[in-house]
């Protein structure tokens, strides 16, 4: 059966596991829509991943508060590989084959996924879904790898790995 | 008192036996020097008879009785171990009618057969002196010219090296006098240094969590620095992130405390992560990919040293490692290095990608680190794969430290760092050293010198654990000179 949840590295499909016991809050998407900001430093347990975005336990969160933030495209999944937890990040970046580059546009054009190109450096695009959603951030990417011939799209991943520290 | 011949390596051998009581009325009449400890006479008898009787299973095999006075030793080197004869004779390569032959003539039977055609005969019980009686049918095999080896067969009383009592007061890493561990298990960096301690024309950068670019033994060697976490304008760390100041001073500290491998070479500084006081690193991959091409691209780097790892693969940072390695250095190639990890198991993302140097770490026996390797340090171990190039000193390494309480020491300067993250960093050192020499060398040659002129280690045949061997310093700046 097809994972899922899945993104391309070195040509290969790489499977990801949602992890159901955490989610991501990114603050700064809700104070943007002028929506009430959230407090996830209240929140036990939370840790804050980069400026405004938090890692928080799924069962600290109120239901309805969930649904809230979800509604305001400020919750974000988190998936597990190995011993890291990955966060996917609404941007995606392209490296495009040479002499593809008209095709690509237009695809980004077309797609299902309403994007906006950031930054264009001709064969180097910065790609962000409308909708803000880390999920489209990898559909995206997903879509453009298959369909089109890229060298990479990779949507922005944060990463929480265990720290190297094995001091005496 | 007596002596002993045997043949050994096709010389002949000449031993001191005492039984275990005379050697106790011998070591009765030595005096100590004022101030010297000495081996008490009957603790030495007492012990050696201990250890053969503790280990009475392994032990019977070899002796038909074990008395104490019919047990020898030999004294020479009592403090440091010793050697018991056996009642036993070992043959290595006997056909079946020499064996017949030491029967028929000594009495002499097989107990024991091990590998590749060696057997383990013993004397006849009922002969006077057993162990006199093995020396001399094992002297007269071996005279017959038809056995690879025949010699009288040794139990070995050696001091197990325990687990590290001491800090590394010094720094076995470069030069290792043994204590704790093998003299001479180093990256032999005194000898290296008498071609170069790197040019102030090469520059490494360390890809971390920040690096304490204040730092006293460090701050002359930074020429470049930047935040790729939160957009600073120095590599400063966080908090208590002190791993990345560890890792610099491998490669450049500037001080007698803690000295680099590569002191004269320059750093480069490139913040890619902070902690999260809960024993994790985030990393935004992103972030990562525009550091390295930051490092190789703006930093002009020609090493990049990168002690992080983990979590699922990337192209975003694969590819920026390829622009690295292709077009850094006006297309000669930046040298890429990365830690194993210290989990025991498979390699981490990045250190399974192609081209790079993937580094695992050894400690002061000139083992592999394992869980369970002659350190002690049972909470780590490296990791392994077919990607494994080599390993290098990762325990208890010295190493420059962030100020005050946040550090891993209270001081400038860690005397306990440790990892493949410790190991990594004196790759990368190498490298640089290597390119001091000869800077036009690619980076797929820099790659090359290093994993050939690494010293071969004794699990060799296992390149899955070892890699090529532990980093020599001194080979490999030796090759780099002649190209």
């Not at chain 2, 800090?167 to 960096?189: F, K, R, S, Y």
């Not at chain 2, 990393?283 to 691209?297: C, G, S, Y």
């Not at chain 2, 190639?333 to 990608?353: C, H, K, Y």
Request: aromatic residues 6%; hydrophobic residues 35%; contains cysteine.
């Amino acid at each position: 059966m097809a994972a899922d949840f899945y993104y391309y590295a070195g040509g290969k499909r790489i499977p990801l596991e949602l992890d159901p016991e955490h989610v991501a809050v990114d603050v700064g998407e809700v104070g943007s829509r002028g929506g009430r900001r959230p407090d996830p430093a209240a929140v036990e347990g939370a840790v804050e991943l980069r400026s405004g975005l938090y890692l928080v336990e799924r069962s600290s969160l109120p239901a309805d508060e969930r649904r809230r933030l979800d509604q305001e495209d400020a919750l974000l999944p988190v998936y597990q590989y190995e011993n890291a937890l990955v966060v996917i990040l609404p941007e995606v970046r392209v490296e495009i084959a040479e002499g593809s580059e008209t095709e690509v546009h237009r695809f980004l054009e077309e797609a299902d996924v309403p994007n906006q190109i950031l930054t264009d450096k001709g064969t180097r695009l910065v790609v962000r879904p409308e909708s803000g959603r880390g999920e489209d951030a990898l559909r995206l990417a997903n879509e453009l790898q298959e369909s089109v011939p890229v060298e990479m799209a990779q949507a922005r991943f944060l990463r929480r790995v265990p720290k190297r520290d094995r001091s005496s | 008192m007596r002596y002993v011949e045997y043949y050994s390596e096709g010389q002949r051998q000449r031993l001191r036996l005492e039984t275990i009581s005379d050697g106790e009325k011998a070591f009765a009449r030595q005096r100590p020097a004022a101030g010297q400890e000495t081996v008490k006479p009957q603790e030495a008898g007492s012990a050696i008879f201990e250890t053969l009787s503790s280990q009475q299973q392994r032990v019977s095999s070899r002796f038909h009785c074990l008395t104490k006075s019919e047990a020898y030793y030999s004294p020479s080197r009592v403090k440091a171990g010793t050697i018991i004869p056996t009642e036993t004779v070992a043959v290595d390569g006997a056909s079946s009618s020499e064996i017949r032959w030491m029967r028929s003539e000594y009495g002499m039977r097989p107990v024991a057969e091990g590998r590749c055609g060696k057997v383990l005969l013993i004397a006849p019980e009922d002969c006077d002196n057993r162990i006199a009686m093995a020396f001399e049918a094992a002297d007269a095999l071996f005279k017959r010219g038809n056995v690879g080896a025949s010699h009288p067969n040794f139990l070995r009383v050696l001091q197990r090296p325990g687990p590290s009592a001491h800090t590394a007061e010094t720094q076995w890493a470069l030069d290792n006098p043994g204590e704790p561990g093998l003299i001479g298990a180093d990256v032999h960096a005194l000898a290296a240094w008498t071609v170069t301690t790197g040019s102030a024309g090469v520059r490494v950068a360390v890809l971390d969590e920040g690096v304490d670019t204040d730092h006293r033994y460090l701050e002359n060697a930074v020429v470049a620095e930047a935040d790729f976490v939160d957009g600073k304008q120095t590599a400063q760390p966080d908090g208590n992130d002190a791993h990345g100041t560890a890792c610099a001073g491998i490669i450049a500290g500037q001080s007698d405390r803690a000295k680099g491998l590569a002191p004269g070479v320059r750093l480069v500084a490139a913040r890619i992560a902070k902690s999260d006081d809960r024993g994790f690193w985030i990393f935004d991959d992103f972030e990562t990919a525009d550091a390295i091409d930051w490092a190789w691209e703006r930093a002009k780097s020609d090493v990049l040293s990168n002690s992080w790892g983990g979590g699922p693969p990337a192209d975003v940072i694969a590819n920026a490692f390829n622009r690295a390695r292709t077009q850094g250095r006006e297309g000669k190639g930046t040298v890429v290095v990365v830690a194993a990890g210290n989990s025991q198991r498979q390699i981490d993302f990045p250190g399974d990608l192609d081209g790079v140097l993937t580094v695992g770490a050894s400690n002061q026996w000139d083992e592999r680190k394992t869980r369970s390797s002659k350190d002690g340090e049972s909470w780590w171990g490296s990791n392994y794969g077919d990607e494994l190039d080599l390993l290098a000193p990762g325990v208890r390494i010295t190493t420059t430290d962030i100020w005050g309480p946040r550090g891993y020491s209270t001081k400038a300067v860690t005397t306990t760092f440790n990892g493949t993250s410790a190991a990594a960093p004196h790759v990368a050192a190498v490298a640089g050293l290597i390119l001091s020499v000869k800077r036009e060398l690619s980076e797929a040659r820099v790659r090359e010198i290093i994993k050939q002129k690494a010293d071969a280690l004794s699990q060799g045949d296992q390149p899955r654990l070892v890699g090529s061997g532990r980093l020599n310093a001194y080979m490999a700046v030796r090759a780099a000179r002649r190209g």
